[in-house]
């Protein structure tokens, strides 16, 4: 976002820009963030081209976003300055390739950059490839993947979950994330996702046991040896997901609309935070807005995202998938008002900020789509404390939407609750979001509600991808929230080995226009399922 806009503050901003402008080869790199702890390097698509004749190497796979009807973001990382080009084609043989010279990556975005391609046909599957030239004209090896354009018509086919490589559950030595694999496996035309993409504040040990007595291996790294405190920290975190081969073979042919949430910085942040009087273990740094500039950087560099895209420059955006689909990715994180406001009797901004809110009002009442999906990385009516509340005392701060009062609207359901009011007359709206790791269905009615001034819609649930699942959580009456499935384990932090890993996927019919949404396993196993008819 631009710094003028900021919600945290343009000293930190500045303190973020000078740091981490050295960029480091990727031979370094992966030995620093991708060995296992028996010393063998951990499977890169970079190997040792970048060693060969003075050429540039492609270090950590390619990646796409944010897909229109023309085209998409392609995303990249080279070890050394080079400039990026992308070729398009209609089969994998490229046999007739258009060319694309992309953005020269360099040491300020820590080699990392994103090129978006346009002028291509919609609905149709866009085979790409990158190449780095370097300075010295010299080539990379090209990597390749696939897209699809938005269609003009047609069946729409997506996925949604979050949470990765949490509670110290990293890539596992014996198999690493296999359900991104499974992800890729099921072909879909994108994926949402929804927030947690790292755990910064979540170091990642040797080992680790699980509930079950058996002990996890996990792939280590030095980025993830200690909690997130620089800006070369947070871009390691991000460097780290991507040593998985299911990742990276995910990232190439999937393209990914993605949010951020807590663990992108720490545990249930908030602009204007201090760390100073809580115990959060390893951290030196109080700042939260300072993490946060950090955070928000790499995030960036190591995203295929382009935030002059979205709304103000900012991180909400709206990604309009053809006649029967428009998904509004809010920003639930950089705006929210303090946890321990939750009980305010007055709207000060909410979780949303006032603009956002007014901009998710004027979208979904002006969208023309048969179906508006609102990515929400946090939860409407899962009650979820802050882990600052004091469960001797009851809860003193809340992370999310609700509180668990069952009445009138307060703290952020106020926003909320004008949001529901004002566009109770808009067909078709559905929520998805992950952050409480597991997966569920929640219906809404006024007819349950404390608060009745809306239409009934659903809310879904899916994650964790790759970290702890936890057993479900209360909900909150105000809005009439009921669970109508639940798939979550018994005992909390349970290991990614044992089960209750999930992604959900959505389909929408173009004959029908009906929206079915399944919620699945980590194999791809459908768990539950509901189809919902257009009105």
């Known amino acids: 976002m631009p710094l003028s806009d900021s919600p945290f503050s343009r000293r ?15 031979g370094a790199l992966l030995s620093a963030c991708g060995t296992s702890s028996d ?56 046999s007739d390739p258009r060319r694309f010279e992309g953005p020269k990556l360099d040491p300020l975005s820590d080699g990392a ?16 490839r990158v190449t780095l030239e370097g300075e010295n004209g010299a080539l ?65 040990p040797e080992t680790q046991k699980q509930n079950d007595g058996n002990t996890y291996r ?14 070369d920290d947070f871009r390691g975190n991000f460097a780290y997901n991507l040593l998985d081969e ?37 951290y030196t740094e109080t700042d939260v807005n300072k993490l946060a500039e950090y955070s928000y950087r790499a995030w960036r560099e190591w995203q295929p995202v382009q935030p002059t895209d979205a709304a103000d420059g900012r991180l909400y955006r709206k990604i309009s998938y053809g006649p029967l689909l428009d998904v509004f990715v809010l920003d639930m994180r950089s705006y929210k008002d303090p946890n321990p406001n939750n009980w305010a009797t007055t709207d000060d901004g909410g979780i949303l900020g006032a603009k956002q809110t007014q901009w998710l009002i004027d979208g979904l009442s002006g969208s023309t789509a048969t179906w508006k999906v609102v990515a929400n990385d946090l939860p409407l009516s899962i009650v979820v404390p802050d ?28 926003a909320f609750s004008r949001i529901l009011s004002r566009t109770k007359d808009v067909k078709n709206i559905v929520y998805l979001t992950a952050d409480v790791h597991y997966t569920a269905a929640i219906s809404y009615h006024p007819d349950k509600a404390t608060y009745q001034d809306f239409s009934p ?14 057993p479900k959580s209360p909900l909150d009456g105000t809005f009439g929230a009921q669970y109508e499935f639940v798939h979550a384990p018994d005992t909390p932090n349970t290991s990614p080995a044992e089960g209750f890993q999930h992604f959900g996927e959505v389909t929408i019919d173009s004959g029908s226009r009906a929206l079915t949404v399944n919620l699945r396993d980590a194999k791809g196993a459908s768990l539950y399922a509901k189809e919902l008819t257009p009105a």
């Open 218 to 231: 996990n792939v280590t790294a030095a980025a993830k040896n200690q909690v997130a405190q620089t800006l």
């Open 387 to 414: 882990s600052l509340s004091d469960p001797k005392d009851g809860p003193k701060s809340m992370e999310a939407v609700a509180q668990g009062e069952n009445g009138t609207p307060l703290g952020r359901e106020i």
């Open 12 to 26: 930190t901003a500045l303190r973020a820009g000078a740091a981490g402008a050295l960029l480091v080869p990727a």
């Open 113 to 128: 950059g994103r090129f978006r391609i346009t002028g291509l046909e919609p609905g149709q599957t866009v085979h790409y």
């Open 39 to 94: 010393g063998a390097a951990a499977s890169s698509s970079a190997g040792s081209t970048g060693l060969v004749r003075g050429r540039p190497s492609l270090t950590h796979g390619i990646a796409s976003g944010d897909p229109r009807t023309d085209g998409a973001l392609v995303w990249a990382r080279s070890d050394t300055p080079a400039r990026m080009i992308v070729e398009t084609a209609s089969s994998e043989s490229f």
């Open 140 to 204: 990379s090896e090209p990597r390749a993947g696939t897209f699809r354009t938005a269609p003009a018509a047609g069946n729409v086919k997506f996925l949604w979950s979050g949470d990765v490589v949490g509670q110290g559950w990293g890539i596992n030595r014996d198999g690493g994330m296999a359900i991104m694999g499974a992800m890729a496996d099921a072909r879909p035309d994108f994926f949402i996702h929804s927030g947690d993409a790292i755990y910064a504040d979540n170091p990642v």
């Open 457 to 470: 819609f659903w809310e879904f649930v899916s994650g964790p991808l790759n970290a702890g699942a936890f």
């Open 246 to 282: 299911h990742y990276r073979r995910f990232a190439a042919t999937v393209p990914q609309l993605i949010q951020w949430d807590d663990h992108e910085v720490i545990n249930n942040w908030y602009p204007g935070e201090s760390l100073a009087g809580q115990k959060r273990k390893g």
